[in-house]
């Protein structure tokens, strides 16, 4: 399984963009999905998460009423929508996918085991 997120940039606060997270080798049918992220000398922390199967989503405090996850089945493909950035927002986003995790786990970086590259999101004052 191979996870390739992309769409990271360079953003000024207030603006938007969209993160992507393409899967090959396995459809995500049946998986959990989730966007972590991890700013310079901090931890990797959860964005949001979604069960694909049933579409139910998770978000992180600090991203609610501005991220959304969403998923495409054909394109076998998850989305980050973000809105309303911030400079704290900036730091490498990262997609993660697992086919074994329990609803407990869903905000746990351990729990899942593959993972995208990463792509920067950047966000200026």
């Known amino acids: 399984v191979q996870l390739q997120a992309s769409g990271g940039g360079l953003v000024q606060a207030g603006g938007s963009l969209r993160l992507s997270c393409a899967a090959s080798?396995?459809?995500?049918?049946?998986?959990?999905m989730g966007w972590f992220r991890q700013a310079p000398g901090k931890e990797r922390e959860f964005v949001a998460v979604?069960?694909?199967?049933?579409?139910?989503?998770y978000s992180a405090d600090a991203v609610k009423g501005r991220f959304t996850i969403s998923r495409d089945n054909a394109k076998n493909t998850a989305y980050l929508q973000m809105s309303s950035l911030k400079p704290e927002d900036t730091a490498v986003y990262y997609c993660?996918?697992?086919?074994?995790?329990?609803?407990?786990?869903?905000?746990?970086?351990?729990?899942?085991?593959?993972w995208g590259q990463g792509t920067l999101v950047t966000v200026s004052s």
């Open positions: 080798g396995r459809t995500f049918s049946g998986s959990v």
């Open positions: 979604i069960k694909w199967s049933a579409g139910r989503t």
């Open positions: 993660a996918a697992d086919w074994s995790i329990i609803l407990s786990e869903l905000r746990n970086v351990s729990a899942y085991d593959y």
